[in-house]
């Protein structure tokens, strides 16, 4: 995709949030000579740098792993990955390998594989195991480890909600809020402050009580793509400095434009 055509179709051909096989587009980055590259997040969970034309054209399908994996396994056995398809239970078992052992998932190893998180030897290079074990994946759940500081084997996983699985990780811990022991992702939806405003206060070394509580001067949250956050966690998200978002918002901006604009060069 050359950079002069690139400008002619642009409102028309915008890769934003499109997904063309395992990868979704995240946003624009440099070009690179004659071609606009996207960064991308592929279902493993790994980020990549892709060109316009491979995403458009078909070319490019993932970040890698699936030509891996269907070069080191050819599951056709089972009927959850054949013809470039693959089910909601195969992308369930390849996202978890990835935590565990794929350095290059940038979003997630450092909390699964780069803690010592491994998944067991029956699951590691067998499918066919892991659906004989945990059979298919029930709508609107996913994997779940009982024990957070063990791994994925059969009789340390369940199916389970992810509101049941947010109140589960290892980043959370349990504080005594109105006589109960209650996680920062259930505090949150009790007082209606964002899960990551609440761990952010804290981090800063505010206080519990403040922390929880509504401020007079409260923060302004915005809403993208499913998730909320306040533009300090969106800038470190997106790798956009906050005064450039907070240029964008003020010169009248709506927050998908704002969110979703890369920035001009970079």
Known sequence: MKIADFYKYKLKNDLTNKRFN?????????????????MCVCDCGSLTKVDGSSLVGGRAKSCGCLRRELA??????HGHS????????????TRMKSRCNNKNNKLVYHR????GIKVCERWENSF???????G??????????????????????????????ANNTSSNKYYDYNGESLTIAQISRIVGINRI???TRLRRGISFSDAVANKTKTKRLFTH???TMGIREWAEYLGIKRRALDSRLNRGWSVEKTLTTPIRGG
């Open 82 to 93: 054949s013809d470039g398809k693959i089910t909601r239970t195969y992308t369930i078992w």
């Open 72 to 77: 080191a396994r050819k599951f056709k056995t």
């Open 136 to 165: 298919d994946a029930p709508d609107e759940m996913t994997i779940e480890r009982i024990d957070n500081d063990r791994g994925y084997s059969p009789d340390n996983c369940k199916w389970a909600t992810r509101q049941e699985q």
């Open 128 to 134: 066919e195991n892991f659906l004989k074990d945990m």
């Open 112 to 115: 699964y594989g780069g803690r």
């Open 22 to 38: 395992y990868l979704k587009v995240l946003y624009r980055i440099n070009y690179t000579g004659k071609y606009v590259y996207w």
């Open 197 to 199: 405003t609440i761990t």
């Open 225 to 227: 793509d499913g998730m």
